[in-house]
């Protein structure tokens, strides 16, 4: 049981936008930290896509974007492509358990 | 280029110790937090330590707190972990990972990661 909630698998076709939602509490995304999001391919490092709620590290692409509302955090995807199929994670801090992440999810481009 | 290399990985029977190694190069070793996580097979993500960049104290993840042990030697700008009293559970993909901001501790994730180190606990 993950710290962090997301949706186990999303799905959506190729130019469309998804989102990715993460909820948290008042300890952890509400206390407030800043939200962080990981790309994992499968048998590979997990990749920051976006750290400090909406800020991306240089090389990702603009088509990701995050928000943080009270003790939830979302990541878009815009124009989908098929090259985005792959496990997403956020990330947050907590008050009592320093370094939380959501249980994943699996990204599915039809 | 700026990267990290896990090594030590294995199959160890229950209750049996480990040491883990990540190296790093490529940037300033002793200006970092540095993190261990792991992966078990199939599920998600889960932090297991980190060490300030410098002093202070290291923190640990309650399923491994006084078992594993993280340490840092800056002069060998070399990251480690000491698993000992190993479970099945403590089967994974241990990877090493740099905080995003120097000098800075919990702020901004984990922005280079190692390819990881797969350690098995079995008899």
């Known amino acids: 049981q993950s710290v962090l909630t997301q949706p186990p698998s999303v799905s959506g076709a190729p130019g469309q936008r998804v989102t990715i939602s993460c909820s948290g509490s008042?300890?952890?995304?509400?206390?407030?930290?800043?939200v962080q999001w990981y790309q994992q391919f499968p048998g590979k490092a997990p990749k920051l896509l976006l750290f400090d709620n909406n800020n991306r590290p240089s090389g990702v692409p603009d088509r990701f974007s995050g928000s943080k509302s009270g003790t939830s955090a979302s990541l878009a995807i815009t124009g989908l492509q098929a090259e985005d199929e792959a496990d997403y994670y956020c990330q947050t801090y907590d008050n009592s358990l320093f370094v939380v992440f959501g249980g994943g999810t699996k990204l599915t481009v039809l | 280029q700026v990267q990290l290399v896990e090594s030590g990985g294995g199959v160890v029977q229950p209750g049996r110790s480990l040491r883990l190694s990540c190296a790093a190069s490529?940037?300033?070793?002793?200006?970092?937090?540095m993190y261990w996580l792991r992966q078990a097979p199939g599920k998600g993500l889960e932090w297991v330590a980190v060490a300030p960049y410098t002093g202070g104290y290291h923190h640990y993840a309650d399923s491994v707190k006084g078992r594993f042990t993280i340490s840092r030697d800056n002069s060998k700008n070399t990251l480690y972990l000491q698993m000992n009293s190993l479970r099945p559970e403590d089967t994974a993909v241990y990877y090493c990972?740099?905080?995003?901001?120097?000098?800075?501790?919990?702020?901004?994730?984990?922005?280079?990661w190692g390819q990881g180190t797969t350690v098995t606990v079995s008899s």
């Open positions: 008042s300890s952890n995304i509400g206390a407030p930290y800043d």
């Open positions: 990972a740099r905080e995003t901001t120097p000098k800075q501790f919990f702020v901004g994730g984990m922005d280079v």
């Open positions: 490529g940037f300033t070793f002793s200006d970092y937090p």
